[in-house]
């Protein structure tokens, strides 16, 4: 026995920021070591993605997660206990080989996940570092640029525009807490303009303004005003980066916008998102198409891939084979990263891996339904990944991931070094 053996697994069913079920769990090792995970839930999910395991049924709108932790407390804990949580690959592979579904549905991945991520905190803990240094060394010194929600949109807003991020990227800024200042004001100023226009207004899921606006359009304008509001230049010191996540209003190559009834095939919607990267600053958009459209992304990508960021969330699901693929067709040229998307932390870190090996950026994302756990900061330090989403800058669950990027750069001091514009993907072919 080893003092870093697991001794005892607890989930249990905690809530998440929309008020719905969400498994949690704790992990205890021989030396007294512990560590703490929560799954967070999202509504753009990818076909190819991990499978969270809900109760159905009329309690909570089925959304319970009574037989997710059922399998933490006892399949899981009892294929885990005494296993060394030094050695996450083979707990998290462990935990695969007995759910037996390619997706982890069986047992869930929100139980998988809860249990990898407490793994990992407890091993942190017993070796006496902080998550992001166990996971990257001394190597691990470089803060992410952020991506900020100015409004959130989508099916986080109830479709009120298609859009379902309107994001700012502070690229010129000099240090993560310098872009965060940055992105403050502008979050301020957006409200502030907002107020005059609408009066008081509330905001969306993932902490972005509500979008009171009648037109995609309207809502980067908006955001343009308030980075000039808060004194920055756009394109310049600030820039937009858009999550379109078309898979909410768009397949088989047919997009219907709700905004303005706006019927559009796959080449209109390439053209519609052209416009927007040449009238808004925009440095980034994730998911302009359906996940269905590879042959879109690929022409989107030949076309803005050199001037923008294209971003495959829904499109790659962080799978490393959709990865390849993509590569190889040249679409995209940046991977959205969310740990629940796998089940387990090294799947999420074979994704970045096989992401890196593309030649793609990579962006560490945060869900919708969050909560207080703030492990998606650390794996974008600790694996050195350049950029971190974790929504607007309002309501605690996000607060706590930025919170967070601050105490890790201030505990890095000097040595501290901001990814910046550097970490954006880039097509080779300029656009
Ligand atoms: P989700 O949205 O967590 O609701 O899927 C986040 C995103 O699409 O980036
Ligand atoms: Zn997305």
């Known amino acids: 026995m080893s003092e870093t053996d697991i001794a005892y697994i607890q989930g249990r069913r905690v809530w998440d920021s929309r008020g719905c079920p969400t498994v949690e769990a704790d992990v205890l090792l021989e030396c007294g070591a512990v560590g703490r995970g929560i799954a967070p839930a999202g509504v753009s999910l990818a076909a190819a993605e991990a499978v969270a395991l809900r109760d159905g049924g009329k309690a909570f709108g089925g959304l319970g997660v009574s037989q997710a932790v059922e399998h933490v407390n006892g399949e899981i804990a009892q294929a885990l206990l005494g ?24 047992l869930g991945a929100n139980a998988t996940l809860a249990v990898s991520i407490a793994v990992a905190h407890a091993a942190a803990a017993a070796e006496g570092e902080p998550l992001y240094r166990y996971l990257g060394g001394a190597e691990a010194d470089t803060l992410p640029l952020p991506q900020v929600q100015i409004f959130g949109g989508g099916a986080h807003a109830g479709q009120r525009i298609d859009v379902q991020g309107v994001l700012v990227t502070c690229p010129a800024a000099r240090s993560f807490a310098e872009a965060l200042d940055w992105s403050a004001e502008i979050y301020r100023a957006a409200g502030a303009l907002m107020e005059e226009r609408t009066g008081p207004v509330g905001v969306a899921d993932g902490g972005g303004w ?20 808060a004194g920055l ?11 379109i996540a078309a898979s909410g209003f768009g397949a088989n190559g047919h997009y219907r916008l709700a ?5 559009l095939d796959s080449d209109g919607m390439i053209r519609l998102v052209s416009e927007w990267i040449a009238h808004y600053p925009i440095a980034s958009i994730e998911d302009p198409l359906a996940s269905d459209d590879a042959a879109g992304f690929a022409a989107l990508t030949r076309e803005m891939g050199g001037r923008v960021q294209v971003v495959g969330d829904d499109f790659l699901a962080g799978t490393p084979d959709r990865i390849r693929a993509a590569a190889r067709d040249g679409a995209a040229n940046a991977v959205l990263l969310k740990p629940d998307q796998h089940g387990t932390l090294s799947e999420t870190r074979a994704a970045w891996q096989a ?21 998606v900061v650390h794996l974008a330090v600790g694996w050195g990944v350049g950029q971190l989403k974790v929504g607007g800058f309002a309501r605690g669950e996000r607060m706590a991931k930025w919170n967070e990027a601050l105490r890790i750069e201030g505990a890095l001091g000097p040595v501290a070094r901001f990814a910046g ?11």
């Open 83 to 106: 296993h060394d949580a030094l050695d996450q690959e083979t707990i998290d592979r462990r935990m695969h080989a007995l759910d037996g579904t390619p997706g982890l549905s069986r």
């Open 210 to 229: 509500w979008p009171e606006f009648d037109s995609n359009e309207q809502a980067l304008e908006t955001t343009v005003a308030a980075i000039e509001k």
């Open 233 to 243: 230049k756009p394109g310049d010191e600030v820039s937009l980066a858009l999550d």
């Open 259 to 263: 905004r303005d009834g706006r019927e």
């Open 355 to 375: 992401a890196r090996a593309a030649g793609y950026a990579g962006i560490v994302s945060a869900r919708s339904g969050e909560s207080e756990d703030v492990t």
């Open 421 to 431: 514009g550097g970490a954006f993907g880039r097509s080779p072919a300029r656009g």
